[in-house]
């Protein structure tokens, strides 16, 4: 039987259930195992970008990514496989490749290629205001096509 009484009286509670105590030791792996840090763009990837199901984990899928565009000359900006993200730098007509590749099942990535161009420069917006789906056809959308398709022929695709 627990010794418990209301709080007129003065005693405390001995079985609170909404406190727990958590051992000092335990912090640096909370800390560690969590990080809101990432270098992914706080945006998602418009709607008319490229998407498939590649059969090889994200980070496997962007280094190769990489390599496959450096292989045809084309300079990334930035890229970083443990956050499986991919950005290159602007090519002509101020086009860019963004490539997202999130996990799916174990072995599988949700990859989307996203191709944009920024019509006009104004410095008081943000840059992704400005920025517009590469239009079907064009060289930008040709070159995301491309890259998704040698990504599918390397590794496989899934369809769901």
Known sequence: MLATRNAEVG?????SPG????PRSAFPLLLAACTP????????????ALRAVINAPPDRVTTD???????ESIAVRHVSARDAF????????????????DPDVPGKSRVTIEAVYRPRED????????????PAGSDGQKLAQRLLAAL???FGETKY
């Open 11 to 15: 005693t405390r509670n001995r079985c």
């Open 19 to 22: 406190l727990f105590r958590v």
């Open 37 to 48: 840090v990432t270098t992914r763009p706080d945006f998602s990837p418009y709607p008319e």
């Open 65 to 71: 990514a990489q390599a496959w565009l450096a292989a």
């Open 86 to 101: 991919l950005e290159t730098a602007e090519l002509a007509g101020s086009v860019k490749l963004r490539l997202w590749a």
């Open 123 to 134: 410095p008081s917006r943000e840059p992704r205001d400005l920025e517009r789906p590469t």
């Open 152 to 154: 599918t022929e390397k």
